[in-house]
């Protein structure tokens, strides 16, 4: 795998990876487009570096976590305590668009 290099010995490995939603763009689309790329990505952890920790935030996150889960069952170094989706864009982008409907300082 050509990112065992990059990857050999981490502890935390963050995956910002895929593309943004474009307009006329569906999140089944988004998602056909970051799931592979998830894909790839966990198959090269969890090879390379099967006991780190895992930090996905490539959308849709609610569906790109359970394809990394089980990406590293296959390769069997799935660890429920190592696998997290982080939201909090998504959260900040809420937060921020019901500020501005009603007018308030996110």
């Known amino acids: 795998m050509a990112c065992c290099g990059a990857l050999t010995r981490m502890d935390l490995v963050i995956i910002p990876a895929g593309v943004p939603r474009k307009p006329g763009m569906t999140r089944d689309d988004l998602?056909?487009?970051?799931?592979?790329?998830?894909?790839?990505?966990?198959?090269?952890?969890?090879?390379?570096?099967?006991?780190?920790?895992?930090?996905?935030?490539?959308?849709p996150v609610n569906s790109t976590v359970p394809i990394a889960a089980e990406v590293f069952k296959k390769a069997g170094t799935y660890d429920s305590k190592c696998l997290v989706g982080v939201t909090m864009l998504d959260v900040v982008r809420a937060n921020t668009f019901v500020a501005e409907v009603l007018g308030l300082d996110p």
């Open 31 to 59: 998602f056909k487009i970051n799931a592979g790329i998830v894909k790839t990505l966990c198959e090269g952890i969890g090879m390379c570096c099967p006991n780190a920790i895992v930090n996905l935030i490539s959308n």
